[in-house]
């Protein structure tokens, strides 16, 4: 799948029957390969009430410098997600707590971020108002190249509301590469009067060279031999899971790690 020149590809999830939320839309290009060239863009929505989102399944992606995949204010709408916020004024919440005494709560897993960002509270007549959060940015794929952006921040709503989390990035792949940004960040809270928090930060998950049955196992809660680190050897760019700014009580950053197979300490013993 090659995408012209500044064009956009718009991929709309319906709602999920699943008891967790797993995808609305899938797009299967299993064994073919995804350019992504500068100018153009994948569009990532998730079903605003339901949390069902679409997943990508391709041989390779390559998302060239200029390029976007961007779910950014394309998750759950305001008053709706695991981390709503709970009270007026309040932010969403997911990888962090969203901003004032009414934010939503953290809710998901850090190596499994299968869930939109959450969206947050609206002022007192107009409850509805706050911001949507990031969407899920969902991908299975053997190679990966990241050059360009990947976006699924939170937005955010009406004047004096609080503003949506940062959504949710969960990548598995064999090699990873690319110098690009991934950005799951909540929003600024819109602010007036002292009132409008930020959303919460969202949660990103890069999943490299781990065998499916032993990610199964992580999940499970047998961690072993996959370590969490901050960062990736074949990858120069930044992971980014900022809270937003607002009134009240600040809002938490999210959770952005890669997973890879821990390379134990052995000696070889060579007999002639």
């Known amino acids: 799948l090659l995408l012209s020149a500044n064009s956009t590809l ?55 410098t200029g390029g976007t995949i961007d779910a950014s204010g394309h998750g759950y709408a305001s008053l709706n997600g695991p981390g709503k916020a709970g009270s007026t004024y309040g932010g969403g919440g997911y990888g962090g707590k969203g901003g004032s005494s009414g934010g939503g709560p953290v809710y998901g897993t850090p190596h499994g971020p ?62 990873f590469y690319g110098n690009g940004t991934i950005s799951a960040d909540g929003a600024d809270g819109n602010v007036s009067a002292s009132s409008g928090a930020g959303g919460g930060g969202g949660r990103i998950a890069i999943w490299t060279d781990v065998p499916d049955y032993t990610r199964l196992r992580y999940w499970n809660g047998i961690t072993s031999p996959v370590t969490a680190t901050p960062t990736h050897k074949n990858f120069y760019g930044t992971l980014s899971v900022a809270p937003g700014s607002g009134s009240g009580s600040a809002a938490e950053s999210g959770t952005a790690f890669f997973y890879t197979l821990r390379i134990p300490n052995t000696t070889v013993l060579i007999i002639r």
């Not at 100018?39 to 990532?44: A, P, R, T, V």
């Not at 990241?146 to 921040?153: H, K, L, P, Q």
């Not at 004047?159 to 989390?165: L, N």
């Open 114 to 175: 299968l869930f939109p960002g959450s969206g947050g509270h609206g002022p007192g007549g107009t409850p509805s108002g706050g911001g949507r959060g990031g969407g899920l940015v969902w991908i299975e794929t053997a190679e990966a190249t990241i050059d360009g952006n990947i976006t699924a921040n939170g937005v955010k709503g009406i004047t004096k509301s609080g503003s949506g989390s940062g959504g949710g990035v969960y990548i598995a792949c064999n090699s």
């Open 10 to 64: 718009r991929l709309t999830a319906a709602a999920t029957n699943e008891t967790t939320t797993f995808y609305g839309g899938l797009l299967d290009l299993s064994g073919r390969d995804i350019l992504i060239p500068q100018g153009s863009k994948i569009e990532l929505v998730s079903q605003p009430e339901n949390g069902g989102a679409p997943l990508i399944r391709c041989h390779s992606l390559n998302l060239a």
